[in-house]
């Protein structure tokens, strides 16, 4: 079983920056794929931003093009997401998810089978 805790949430002004992180337990996750999704209120789940543990193939939503970096820490096991230029609609409970059924990334919510409980990012305006 994979555990995944999220951490680094916060609030923070529009055109700040701020990094949440995902702690996971596992030996290895050479053949994982790491995600980040967001929910805001009244509003289904997004993709965000995803990586592939073996290749280090990146994939972000337009949406977050160019502001948003994920990046990961082999020796910690955590999956990092940057994010900059924060606007208020980036406001929305961020979740980490693991999926060792796609281990080259996804876009897709259904492809993760392994999820952390979120961390809140409020962007104030």
């Known amino acids: 079983q994979v555990q995944l805790v999220e951490s680094g949430g916060g609030l923070v002004q529009a055109g700040g920056s701020l990094r949440v992180s995902c702690a996971a337990s596992?030996?290895?996750?050479?053949?994982?794929?790491m995600g980040w999704f967001r929910q805001a209120p009244g509003k289904e789940r997004e993709f965000v931003a995803a990586?592939?543990?073996?290749?280090?193939?990146?994939y972000y939503a337009d949406s977050v093009q160019g502001r948003f970096t994920i990046s990961k820490d082999n020796a910690k096991n955590t999956v990092y997401l940057q994010m900059d230029s924060l606007k208020p609609e980036d406001t929305a409970v961020y979740y980490c998810?693991?999926?060792?059924?796609?281990?080259?990334?996804?876009?897709?919510?259904?492809?993760?089978?392994?999820w952390g409980q979120g961390t809140q990012v409020t962007v104030s305006s």
């Open positions: 998810a693991a999926s060792n059924i796609y281990s080259h990334g996804s876009t897709d919510s259904r492809r993760y089978n392994y």
């Open positions: 596992v030996r290895t996750f050479a053949n994982y794929a």
């Open positions: 990586i592939s543990w073996s290749t280090g193939n990146r």
